[in-house]
């Protein structure tokens, strides 16, 4: 079956750092690939979304590629901010037979300190 | 900006006891779905549901489970006998369409203590 493996944290920056919080995926056939971001007492917001191999996808200073090649959607930004602090969920899509399903990984928590 | 709204935010429940968790998906979504999280694992699918009846369920969504769209609006999940093991995040999300590469727009969930 399909699964999501990222990172354990939590990750504990100082402002202005670079961030990296690795993804790797197991998949059937060929995922759409997420990330997800969770704050404090928030439910989960699509963070970027890529949907073949070699795209990109970025918001908001973040970053992730699709590498097929090597099964992973690694999560960057080049200096984070306090208000970055959040868990972070790596998710890949599996059509089932009608409609979607997200299977996700275990959630990487981020804290960042000023 | 249209949102998912999920109540209550908080359950608490005897065990063997049914309760319903209730969603307003965002209004023009027609695909809606129910994930959970146990305390420190993985967010996990339940179910998924369109045009009124359930299009996939996971093993963990049994008999003890149902979803339902009551009205226009709600779209609801009942667990008919709590066990201890139910106590979880519970997330509602929809989506406009199912095509794989679609947003799901989450709810901020609802927590299930089950004692």
């Known amino acids: 079956g399909n699964s999501v493996t990222q990172m354990e944290g939590p990750v504990t920056l100082s402002e202005e750092a670079f961030l990296t919080i690795n993804c790797t995926y197991t998949?059937?056939?060929?995922?759409?690939l997420f990330w997800y971001v969770q704050y404090p007492g928030e439910g989960l917001q699509l963070l970027l979304k890529?949907?073949?191999?070699?795209d990109k996808g970025s918001n908001k200073g973040f970053e992730a590629t699709y590498r097929k090649e090597t099964t992973s959607f690694h999560l960057e930004k080049g200096s984070v901010q306090v208000s970055d602090s959040a868990v972070y969920f790596c998710?890949?899509?599996?059509?089932?037979?009608?409609?979607?399903?997200?299977?996700f990984g275990g959630g990487t928590r981020l804290m960042v300190k000023p | 900006e249209p949102e998912v709204t999920q109540t209550p935010s908080h359950q608490v429940t005897q065990m063997g006891q049914e309760v319903i968790l209730r969603c307003v998906p965002i209004s023009n979504h027609l695909y809606f779905y129910w994930y959970r999280q146990i305390l420190g694992q993985k967010v996990e699918f339940l179910v998924s549901?369109?045009?009124?009846?359930?299009?996939?369920k996971s093993e963990i969504f049994d008999d003890q489970f149902s979803v339902e769209r009551p009205d226009g609006s709600n779209f609801t999940l009942k667990i008919r006998s709590t066990k201890l093991e139910d106590s979880a995040m519970y997330f509602c999300?929809?989506?406009?369409?199912?095509?794989?590469?679609?947003?799901?727009?989450f709810g901020p969930g609802t927590r299930l203590t089950v004692l």
């Open positions: 999300a929809s989506s406009l369409s199912g095509r794989a590469l679609d947003e799901q727009f």
């Open positions: 998710a890949l899509s599996d059509l089932g037979n009608a409609g979607n399903m997200l299977t």
């Open positions: 890529a949907t073949k191999a070699d």
């Open positions: 998949a059937t056939g060929y995922p759409s």
């Open positions: 549901f369109y045009n009124n009846e359930i299009s996939e």
